[in-house]
Each structure stands twice: as C-alpha cells, then as structure tokens.
C-alpha cells in the first residue's frame, strides 16, 4: 500500500521538552511538508523540503527543527521553544518539481498535547 | 502574500440538495487547484484537482475554475450526511513547491 505514515498517533508531552513526531512515505516523492492545525483554524505551514539534504521554512517555523537525510523520510521536532505545541500537526508530500499536475497528500497526523 | 479565501460557513444543505462551496485566490498566475475534504478529528483528504478552465466532474462532486475572475468552485450533487465535514481549497505556488489552503467551509447536510 502506498501511503504516508505518521506516529504516534497521539503525543502527550511536558512542558521543557523536545518530541519527534515521525513521517515516512513510500509514494517516492520529492517534496514533503509539515503543517500545524488548531482547532478552527486552517493549515499553517511550518517547514517543507524538496529535496534530500534541503528544507527551507514556512510561516511558523520557530521553536521547530526538521531533517530530511532521506527522500521517505522527514521527521518534525518540536522543541522547548515552541511556546504553545499544542496542536495537530500534519505531515504531507507532492511529487514536487515544476509539475502542473502535482497533487499533495496527507498523512493520518499526530495530535500533540502539552501537559 | 498568497492568498486562498473560503467563506467560513457553516453551510448547512437538506439531504439530496446541491452544496456549493467557493473559493477565490490572489496569485492570477496560479495553474493547479484542489479541493480536499476534512472529517472532524481526520486528516484532509483530496477529492478533487483541476487545472484548465471550465468544469470537471467526478461523480457527484464537480469542479469549476474561472482563471480570469481567480475563481474555484466545489458543487456536490445529491448532497449526503457523510458528505457533512469542512472543505478545504488550496492552491499551488507558481514558483517553488508550496501549497496555499484556505481556512476552510464547514458543511452540514441535514436528513
């Protein structure tokens, strides 16, 4: 089955600390993302990278790091810094590149909550 | 600044009706648009791309994009309680690989 994978599923965390969230897809596509959703509200897009070895930020990049040391993977941390984690953090990937026809997908999520 | 703007809703429709969803957009060079579909609690779903003018069917959902007037739409036919979630447009940059979403309309079909 092609897909996107995260985990867990559901990440409880105290405050002071730093947690990965895990991202993998088998669908071989370049470009993967993260996005941060609170209740209500829309997509707001933390980081993203198109390549292995490259990722650039998005509009609420701060208090998170990523890495992307391979293509089927993009893990999110979600540091002390980041002052309200609390939130559903999706993982997405698109086949990138200059591509008219170029479709993202989501993964499941995790649903982050600081206690 | 891109931006993808939905009316918020909720849309509320009876069963067997016609939901439309609207969508507008800033970037006028924009080539590829998509609506996905979100129950509460789940991830987005894709349920729809288009990439000409014009309409583009796919059983009971119907795209329809207007370039010039920076306009999508989402009409869903024969309207059913499980069609009852947020919609979601989004678009993509023109440059580089980011996508544009907006906050999303909230439909409620009504038995």
């Known amino acids: 089955d092609g897909g996107i994978t995260q985990s867990p599923k559901y990440l409880f965390r105290k405050e002071g600390q730093n947690v990965t969230l895990s991202c993998e897809q088998n669908?071989?596509?370049?470009?993967m993302y993260w996005y941060r959703q609170d209740p209500g509200q829309g997509l707001r897009l933390i980081y993203y990278?198109?390549?292995?070895?490259?990722?650039q930020k998005g509009d609420i990049a701060e208090g998170y790091s990523v890495s992307r040391e391979k293509k089927e993977s993009f893990p999110l941390t979600v540091t002390s810094a980041q002052k309200n984690p609390t939130a559903f953090y999706l993982c997405a990937s698109s086949r990138g590149g200059p591509l008219l026809y170029n479709e993202q997908f989501f993964g499941p999520g995790t649903r982050l909550t600081v206690l | 600044q891109k931006e993808v703007e939905q009316n918020s809703g909720p849309l509320s429709v009876p069963e067997g009706a016609i939901a439309s969803l609207n969508c507008t957009y800033s970037d006028r060079g924009s080539q590829s648009f998509f609506w996905y579909r979100q129950y509460s609690g789940k991830s987005p779903e894709l349920i729809m791309s288009i990439y000409s003018n014009g309409d583009k069917e796919d059983g009971r959902f119907t795209a329809q994009l207007n370039k010039a007037s920076q306009y999508v739409s989402l009409l869903i036919r024969d309207s059913q309680p499980s069609d009852s979630a947020t919609y979601l447009c989004a678009v993509k940059g023109i440059t580089g690989n980011q996508f544009y979403f907006g906050t999303g309309t909230s439909l409620t079909v009504i038995p």
């Open positions: 990278s198109q390549i292995v070895n490259d990722f």
């Open positions: 669908l071989n596509h370049d470009a």
